[in-house]
C-alpha cells in the first residue's frame, strides 16, 4: 500500500511538472509582426521579380568566367589503344613488301595551350566583368521596385483599416440617431419620415461597412502576394497612416543630382555605356596580332612496359590581314550601339530628374492636402453636433442630421485619402531618390 502511494505520488509530481511545458508547446503563437520598413525589405528580398533579377546577375557572373578561360591554360589528356595491320609496299620501299603481322600501338597524349597576349580577349573579359557589375545593379533596381510596390500595398491596407475604422464610427452614430429618433417617433415630437431617413441612413451605413471591410481583406490579399507569403499567413501591421516627415533633399536643385549619383537604374545605365564601348574597342583590337603557346607531349609503343616519348613545343604569333571586311563592317555596328545606349542613358538620366520632381511636387501638396482635410473633419464633426442638437430640440428635422452625418463621412474618407497620399508621395520621393532602403 505504501509503495502504490509513493508511485501514484512520483506520476502526480511529474504531471504537475510538465503541465507548464505543455502549456507552452500547444500556447499559439502571436501573428509575425510587420512594419513599413519591414514590407519594404522584404518585397525587395523575397518578391518574385527581384528574385528573377538576382538569378539573372548570377548568370552574368558566369559568363565572366566563359570569357576569362579564353585567357587561362587549355590542357586535354588522351590515350589509345589501336590494333592494327600495316601494308608495307604502300610506303613504295623496296625492302619492305607484304603485310606485317597484327600488332597494337599503345599511346598517352597531353596536349596544353596558353594565350600569352590577346588585347581583344582581354577587353572582352573587362566588358563581361562590367556587364555583371550592371546585372547585379538592374537586380538591386528591380529589388527597389519591389520595395517600393510593397510599401505601397502595406500603405493601402493601412488605408483600408482606417476606412473600416470610420464605417464603424459612423455606424455607432447612425445607431444613436436611430435610436433617438425612435424615441421622438414614440413620444409624436417628429414625423414618421424622420425615422424611415434614419433608417436609410442606417442601412447605407451599415453597407458602406460591409465594403470597407471587404476592401480591407482584399487589400491584404495584395500584400501578401507582393510579399510571396502564404496567402492565409496572419501579419500584424504595426505602423499607422501618419505624417512622419522626410530626411531627403527637398529642393529640386539638391534632390536632382542627388538621385542621379544615388540610383541604380541609372548607374546601371552609365555601365551599359561603358560596356558597349569596350566591346567597340574589343573589335578594333582584334587587328592587333595575337601571341600563343602550344605543346604536344606523347609517349607510345607495341608494349605498355617499352614506351617512348616525344613532344612537340610551338611559340606562335597570329596577325589578321584581311577577312573580308567583317571586322569593319562589325566595327561600324557596334559605333552605332554605342550611339543607341548613350541615348538611352541620357533618357534614363531625364526620366529619373522628372520622377524626382513630380515626387516632390506631389509631397508638397499631400502635405498641404492633409492640414486641410483634417480642418474639414473638425469642422464636419461640429456641423453634426450642431444638427443633432437642433434635433434634439425639436427645431430641425432629421434631414439636417442625415446629412451633416453624410458631410462626416466625406470628411473622414478626405483625410484618410489624404493621408494615404501623403504616404505614397514619401515613398515615392524616396524611390526616385533611389535611397528607399532609407525609408523610415
Known sequence: MHQSMRHALLLLAAFVAAAPLAAQVSAPQAPPELSL???????RQQAVAATLANINAQVAQNRVGI???????????????????????????PIASGVTEPFTIYAL?????????DAAAIERLKAASDSAKVAGLDAQHAGNLAGAAAGLAYLRVLAAGEVVLARESDSTIAA???AQAKQFQAAGVTPAIDLTRNEVNTRTVQSDLLSARNELARARLDLLRILNLPLDASVVLTDSLGTP???????????????LDHRTDVIAERGRTQVAEQSLR?????????????????????????MLGSYQLMFGVQLPVFDGLRRQRRHSEQSLKVEAQQVRERDVSRQAEQEVRRSLLDLGTAQNTVAIAA?????AAQELRQATERFKAGVAGSVETTQAQAVVVSARNALIQARASYGVARITLYQA???????Q
Open 37 to 43: 520598413l519591414d514590407a519594404v525589405r522584404l518585397g
Open 67 to 93: 570569357k576569362r578561360a579564353d585567357l587561362l591554360p587549355q590542357v586535354s589528356a588522351g590515350g589509345s589503344i589501336t590494333p592494327q595491320v600495316l601494308n608495307l609496299e604502300q610506303f613504295g620501299l
Open 109 to 117: 597524349q597531353l596536349r596544353a595551350s596558353q594565350m600569352i597576349f
Open 176 to 178: 444613436a440617431l436611430l
Open 245 to 259: 516627415p522626410v530626411d531627403v533633399p527637398l529642393a529640386p536643385a539638391e534632390a536632382v543630382p542627388f538621385a
Open 282 to 306: 574589343a573589335i578594333g583590337y582584334e587587328n592587333l596580332p595575337s601571341a600563343g603557346f602550344q605543346g604536344n607531349w606523347e609517349s607510345s609503343g607495341p608494349v605498355t612496359d617499352r
Open 375 to 379: 480642418d474639414r473633419v473638425e469642422l
Open 433 to 439: 531618390l533611389g535611397v528607399l532602403d532609407q525609408l
